[in-house]
């Protein structure tokens, strides 16, 4: 075994590989209830609009910057002709 991989023990694939198992498991437990509710997920993944129009990250509000005059939803899709 060569050094770099000398702090892995073979004891922890075993455990390593049911964690695995277990978050996989979750995971498809999420995506069939997510499904019942609203349809095949990876079928509503097609219709997802990335949003693009904020100028900024709103969590990096700050207060003291006072009001901002940003471009309505409607006058920015007409800009882009998706209106």
Request: charged share 30%; hydrophobic share 30%.
């Amino acid at each position: 075994m060569t050094a770099e991989l000398s702090f892995i023990s073979v004891k922890w694939i075993k455990p390593l590989w049911q964690k695995l198992e277990k978050i996989r498991g979750q995971q498809q437990k999420e995506l069939t209830e997510i499904g019942n509710i609203f349809g095949e997920p990876r079928e509503l993944a097609k219709y997802y609009v990335q949003p693009h129009c904020e100028y900024r990250n709103p969590a990096d509000y700050d207060e003291d910057d006072g009001p901002r005059d940003l471009p309505s939803l409607g006058n920015k899709l007409a800009e882009t002709g998706s209106l």
